[in-house]
């Protein structure tokens, strides 16, 4: 924790992942090579991938705050799991509004009801219904609850991943199917993902940060009451 | 933070821009080139000017189809970009009203203050 904070003051941290990202841009352009299927379109690839991933890690920190939270009571493990579920989230918007794109030029259709398609949507809706959860209750009662719910919704994560698989869909490429990558496009997509775990990383630290000071704040607030009274 | 975000913006809406503009073959470039190949491969074409259509025809069809792909690209990275920057200055708000918060907590605790030593 006392890392984090630390890291968070850096402004350095947020220039260079600043920079990562227009680096990303630059190499997805002008350095990667077109793919000969999908041609241009698979550009779309590098941060439509690089996102599910993250969205696979941030629900997963979530997941592991939760628990520890149900454990430990920790107010700050709870603070934490928001955080990386909020970012999570639009992590998962973005997939979920860059794939339809993918969708109309590869398969002629903005939406179907594929299994993987259709897990990612029930994995973003739960998380929709986390935050709903969380405004919707006070204090300890909104700590627990959606300490559960982030550790249910993180079981869906296990299904999207394995949907291919499981249904045996023939519109996503299977689990480590052979694809015919090149050694720039393989680079440039290693950057993609490390710029986004480092993204990611960025606005965890900031978002938990907020989230601790608003916490400290509302605790100051309600003892500055009682005294008032 | 809100000039980083709009400068951010329009340097990627820039970029992003700058990628749609495929390159446009004229038709002196493809009469160059069928002359090209015809001296290098001295194959004798009877209809040169049904070949130049065919040629042009081929050319702006693969335009248009790389113009289709292009914006595809482009409107994915520009939603995502958007996502983004939407998130980051809910960001933004979130930090100003916290601060805003907090001035206002400083200012009534330092009120009751005074008011304790009167």
Partial sequence: MAILRGLSKSLYVYAISALLVFISIYLIFSYAQVEKTMLEVQKIFYFHVSAAITVYIAFGVNFLF????????????????????????????????????????????????????????VLWLMYIGYFILRSALTDDKRRIYSAVLGIIAFFDVPIVHFATKLWETKMHPERGAKLDVLPT???????????????????????????????????????????LN | MRIVIVLCCLIVIALLFSALQVPIIDISEIEKAINDVKSESQVNIEDEEALKKTVNLVVKELESDQRTR?????????????????????????????????????????????????
């Avoid at chain 1, 601790?212 to 100051?220: A, L, N, Q, T």
């Avoid at chain 2, 933004?92 to 030593?117: H, K, N, P, V, Y």
């Fill in chain 1, 66 to 121: 939760s628990i520890k939270y149900l454990i430990k009571r920790k107010s700050d493990d709870d603070l934490l799991a928001a955080a990386a579920a909020e970012i999570g989230l639009v992590f998962c918007t973005v997939v979920l509004l860059s794939g339809p794109i993918w969708a109309r030029y590869a398969w002629d259709t903005w939406w179907t009801w594929e299994a993987r398609l259709t897990s990612t949507l």
């Fill in chain 1, 185 to 227: 496009m393989r680079n440039t997509w290693m950057i993609v993902l490390v710029t986004f775990f480092i993204l990611f990383a960025v606005l965890l630290i900031l978002q938990y940060r907020t989230k601790r000071i608003e916490s400290r704040y509302d605790g100051i607030a309600q003892k500055h009451l009682q005294e």
């Fill in chain 2, 70 to 118: 292009l914006k595809y690209l482009v409107s994915a990275y520009l939603v995502i970009w958007l996502v983004f920057m939407l998130y980051l200055v809910r960001l933004g708000r979130q930090q100003q009203a916290l601060d805003q918060r907090l001035a206002q907590l400083e200012q009534e605790t330092s009120d009751s203050q005074d008011e304790s030593i009167e």
